[in-house]
Nanobody, 115 residues
Framework: QVQLVESGGGLVQPGGSLRLSCAAS????????MSWYRQAPGKERELVAT???????NYADSVQGRFTISRDNAKNTVYLQMNSLKPEDTAVYHC?????????WGQGTQVTVSS
């Protein structure tokens, strides 16, 4: 069992930056894949970024070059650094972990990009 708690969301102006954190209740060293998803009102959930246990990353085209996913195994935390934010990045951002075939979700953190 893995509990995930996201933090770091908020209101930011277009062009601004935020860093989201996802703290896990246990060591993430053995977690095969950790991801960030987002869901905007009236839209389907979208995969934003992934990071493997080996540190390999992948990004949605819409955030490539602006967002960076990273993990700190010592702190059991995964981060999503978001730069050059746009209004269309507004959504609830959820952390996701896949471990030995089981999938875990956090409760989400709201990101609003608006002037």
């Amino acid at each position: 069992q893995v509990q995930l708690v996201e933090s770091g969301g908020g209101l930011v102006q277009p062009g601004g930056s935020l860093r989201l954190s996802c703290a896990a209740s246990r060591s993430i060293f053995s977690i095969n894949l950790m991801s960030w998803y987002r869901q905007a009102p009236g839209k389907e959930r979208e995969l934003v970024a992934t990071i493997t246990s080996g540190g390999r990353t992948n990004y949605a085209d819409s955030v490539q070059g602006r967002f960076t996913i990273s993990r700190d195994n010592a702190k059991n935390t995964v981060y999503l650094q978001m730069n050059s934010l746009k209004p269309e990045d507004t959504a609830v951002y959820h952390c996701n972990a896949e471990r030995f075939g089981a999938i875990y979700w956090g409760q989400g953190t709201q990101v609003t990009v608006s002037s």
